[in-house]
Every structure is written in C-alpha cells, then in structure tokens.
C-alpha cells in the first residue's frame, strides 16, 4: 500500500519522540512491503521562528495532499506571554480545522508492566481497554452566543451548548463502526435528565444505532459515568461523548494508564474515496520544556500514535498489533524512561525507540 504521511515535529520534546516514531514507522513500512512517502513542515513556535506564522500555507498544501498527519506536540515557554495569535497552539487549533477532524479518539489501556504507576488498585485497572470517542468541533467550545457582559448592574457570562443533528450522526457513527472491530459495544454519555442538548444526543444516537445491529448500545449519565471510568473501567468498549464531558472524561482515563507519555490520540475526520479516514494523530503530551532537549522523553504515546494511524487511516491492524505489541514487549523488558522507572538507570527516548524496533 502507498502511505503519504506527512510528519509536524513542532516543538520541544515533540521532536524528539516524532524522531523515534518515525524509526518505527519506517520499520513497519519495510517489513509489512509498503510504500512509504514521507513529508516534513513546519508547526508551532519552530514555525513561528522560520516563517513569522504557527501555521505556515506550506504546512497547511501538504496537509492536504497527506493521507495521514503524524505530529509531535507545539509550545514553547518565550511565547507564553504572546497573544493568542501568535502563539504555537494556534498552529494545532489550525490544522485540525484545516483538516476537518471532528472525532477525537484515545485508546486507554492498561499494560501490566505498569499497573503499579496508576494511582488505582491493581485489580480495578487491570484489563482497561477502551476508546474514548469524543466530539471536537461543536457544544459549549464553539456556541454561541458567548461572552461576559454587563445586564442590569449585574455581571453575566454566557456560553451556549449547542449540537445539530447531523453533527451528533456522523460522530456516532463512527464510534459504532469502530465497536464494530472491538468489543462490539458502544456506552453513549450524556446528561439527558437535565439537558434538552443531551436529549438530542440520545435520540440521534438510538437512531444510529439501528444502523449497527451488531453492536450493543447503553447510556450512562456523564456524573455516573466519572465514577465507572474509576470503579470499573473495563465495563467500556467505546465511550461515545460530547465535547466537553469528552474532555474532562478523557483526561481522567488517561489516569489509569500510568503516565502522560504513554497516551496516544487521533484526532479523525471524514472518509476519503478510499475508504481511509482523514487523521491527525498526536501524543497527548505537550512540548514539556522542563525535559526538553534532554533525550529523555517517554516515546510510547507517539510510537502509540503510529499504531492508530496504521489502523484507522489506513485499515492496516496488523501492523497496528504489531506495534502494540512491540510496546508491550519493551515495557515488560524494564527498558523505559525515567517517567516509568522511579529506580534504576533510566533508557533515553532514542534507546526507547530503538528497542520498540528490535522488537518488531
Ligand atoms: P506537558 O504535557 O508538556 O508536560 C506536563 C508534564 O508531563 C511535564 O512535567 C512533562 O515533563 C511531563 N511529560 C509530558 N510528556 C512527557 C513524556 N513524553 N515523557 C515524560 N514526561 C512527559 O504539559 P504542559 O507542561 O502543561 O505544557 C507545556 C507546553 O506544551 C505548553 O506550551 C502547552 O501549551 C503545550 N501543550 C501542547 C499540546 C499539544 O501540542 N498537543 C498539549 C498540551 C500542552
């Protein structure tokens, strides 16, 4: 297969893990007989410094003409004090808008080598595999009206939770198609006993699941549902949310993973005539300044991100496994990073990266 993959280190540590997931990339692509077609552009602070913009026309061309993205992570501590602008999130917020992804998926897993770096019990994480689905480019972020203003010589401030229909079909739809190749089991959050937005959710996403008679649907309240993810969390397939609640949900399993470095994310938009999904895949990480530089970044959520791409943009999923499992193997060898090893000499991201290789 032809794989067009363009790569956006952007700043900080996001460099150097994109360095090593794209060691494995390359690997992959020669084992499994692939054509690989790599681009590189410019994101973030590292673009502002060459071209004066987060988000250079260049990067956005090649974006377009990419099958999948593959990106490291933006920011850097001198722009912190610059207006929103000019700053290297502005680059990310572009490109995915650019893009078009409205679905934000993070597989959570628990890998046995590090049940003991998530703050639960041992036999409460043990066995967590589960998608998180949320909706990125609608509700209380993007409605309107918004704002604060003075009414009656009181302050208010306003935010608008607004959803459409054929806003809530397409990202419904995909979480059941994903259920489909998983467990076979979609759990729908909402807050239905109090919002008419959440109303609209539920009916909409009953309706889609007609559609997918093999794949069993619930619903849970979004404050029930805060609970589950740490009481039981392997009752979820695929959790299937909202903007917002997606959000706070998410960062609370990324809890029972053990470290930020180890999450990856695909941020995923509409088919292409192929059948591929358009995807933007990232570490959930950001540039981390404080390790910056220093060889010693976690590289599993962005090795991680490579795995997504192989199997939701490109419908590759032994490659994906493979990958997985190659991350399995050096977890369980102890060849990790300090953020993974309290005790012990810490292996650097470069000797990280190349151990997921002489796994694979
Ligand atoms: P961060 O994720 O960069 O770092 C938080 C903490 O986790 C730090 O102590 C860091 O050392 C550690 N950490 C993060 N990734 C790690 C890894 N792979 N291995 C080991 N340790 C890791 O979040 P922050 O400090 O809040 O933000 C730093 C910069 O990154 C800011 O400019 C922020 O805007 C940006 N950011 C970007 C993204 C993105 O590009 N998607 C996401 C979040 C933050």
Request: proline fraction near 5%.
């Amino acid at each position: 297969m032809r794989l067009n993959v363009l790569i956006l280190p952007g700043d900080g540590i996001g460099a150097e893990v994109t360095r090593e997931a794209v060691k494995v990339l390359e690997h992959v692509a020669r084992q499994f007989q692939h054509q690989l077609l790599l681009s590189e552009g410019l994101l973030g602070g590292v673009a502002i410094h060459q071209t004066g913009t987060p988000l250079p026309q260049e990067t956005v061309d090649l974006a377009l003409k990419a099958d999948a993205t593959l990106m490291g992570a933006v920011g850097l501590p001198e722009f912190d004090q610059a207006p929103p602008e000019k700053r290297p999130e502005k680059g990310l917020l572009g490109i995915r808008k650019v893009l078009g992804v409205y679905a934000n998926l993070r597989p959570v897993r628990s890998y046995k080598a590090l049940l003991d770096s998530s703050p639960l019990k041992n036999h409460l994480v043990d066995g967590t595999d589960m998608i998180i689905v949320r909706e990125l480019t609608g509700g209380i972020y993007y409605g309107t009206p918004r704002g604060i203003h003075e009414e009656g010589g009181e302050t208010r401030a306003v935010n608008t939770m607004t959803y459409t229909r054929s806003e809530i079909q397409r990202v419904a739809r995909m979480a059941f198609h994903l259920a489909r190749n998983r467990r076979k089991k979609v759990t729908s959050v909402d807050k239905s006993n109090v919002l008419e937005n959440s109303q609209l959710w539920r009916r909409v996403v009953v309706e889609i699941a007609a559609e997918f008679s093999d794949v069993a649907l619930d619903h849970i309240l979004v404050d029930n549902c805060a609970m589950q993810l740490i009481l039981n969390p392997r009752r979820f397939d695929v959790l299937l949310t909202e903007n917002m609640f997606g959000d706070i949900l998410s960062d609370e399993g990324a809890v029972l993973a053990g470290s930020i470095g180890m999450l990856p994310s695909a941020s995923i938009g509409d088919r292409k005539p192929s059948g591929a999904w358009v995807g933007l895949y990232e570490p959930v990480h950001g540039s981390a300044p404080d390790i910056a530089g220093q060889n010693k970044a976690n590289p599993f959520g962005a090795v991680g991100s490579v795995a997504a791409m192989f199997e939701y943009s490109f419908g590759l999923k032994a490659e994906a496994a493979a990958v997985n499992r190659a991350v399995e193997e050096v977890l369980n060898s102890g060849n990790v990073t300090a953020d993974l090893k309290p005790g012990g000499r810490p292996a650097t991201t470069e000797e990280v990266g190349d151990a997921v290789v002489a796994a694979l």
